[in-house]
């Protein structure tokens, strides 16, 4: 199986921050690599695909980028709607494997 | 707007067998695996596994024995069965549509998710 290693597994920032978290394949697994915001008690959703390309309705604010096998989720000026845990997932093969999550809460 | 709606029974003991149903409102059913996710609490996120409109479905290994999954297309449905819990089966089960081309294989819409769980 894949391994998915996300860091950090929470921080604490302020409304306005730029956010980076990070997510390293123990594989090449191309751009096969996706993020999601979940909040407590709901579905998670998604944010960005294929390493770097937005979901439909996501605000722009939101970037993944990736280097290798690390990969990145940027969020570049941090708003109150924000304050949920994010989490990757690879896409390159099954099984279909997670990241850890990131808790963002509020500094 | 795709809608997955979920539903199951518990709280359930050890060496019962959990039963979760989930309904697609919205669009075809068709197309698509669809997909069951487990978060055990304080845990990362588990795929379990998935069927398509054609009942052909992929599991996770490390639950494969243990795991059923069905799909009734006139009603737009599947559902899971895992037998023999534990409670390391408790979690939050999720389930979610997956796209069938590389390029789509991510999970783009998800049911709420019922917390099941698994005690003595």
């Known amino acids: 199986d894949i391994q998915m290693t996300q860091s950090p597994s929470s921080l604490s920032a302020s409304v306005g921050d730029r956010v980076t978290i990070t997510c390293r394949a123990s594989?090449?697994?191309?751009?096969?690599l996706n993020w999601y915001q979940h909040k407590p008690g709901k579905a998670p959703n998604l944010l960005i695909f294929?390493?770097?390309t937005l979901q439909r309705g996501v605000p722009s604010r939101f970037s993944g980028s990736r280097s290798g096998t690390d990969f990145t989720l940027t969020i570049s000026s941090l708003q109150p709607e924000d304050f949920a845990t994010y989490f990757c997932?690879?896409?390159?093969?099954?099984?279909?494997?997670f990241g850890q999550g990131t808790n963002v809460e509020i500094k | 707007q795709v809608q997955l709606q979920q539903w199951g029974a518990g709280p359930l003991k050890p060496s019962e067998t959990l039963s979760l149903t989930c309904a697609v409102n919205?669009?075809?059913?068709?197309?698509?695996?669809w997909s069951w996710l487990r978060q055990p609490p304080g845990k990362g996120m588990e795929w379990i596994g998935e069927?398509?409109?054609?009942?052909?479905?992929n599991y996770n290994p490390s639950l494969k024995s243990r795991v059923t999954t069905s799909v009734d297309t006139t009603r737009k449905r599947f559902s899971l069965r895992l037998s023999d819990v534990t409670a390391a089966d408790t979690a939050v089960y999720y389930c979610?549509?997956?796209?069938?081309?590389?390029?789509?294989?991510?999970?783009?819409?998800w049911g709420q998710g019922p917390l099941v769980t698994v005690s003595s």
């Open positions: 294929a390493a770097s």
């Open positions: 069927i398509n409109h054609d009942g052909i479905t």
């Open positions: 594989q090449s697994i191309s751009h096969y």
């Open positions: 979610a549509r997956r796209g069938i081309v590389p390029a789509n294989y991510f999970f783009d819409y």
């Open positions: 919205g669009e075809s059913f068709s197309g698509y695996f």
């Open positions: 997932q690879q896409n390159y093969n099954s099984p279909w494997t």
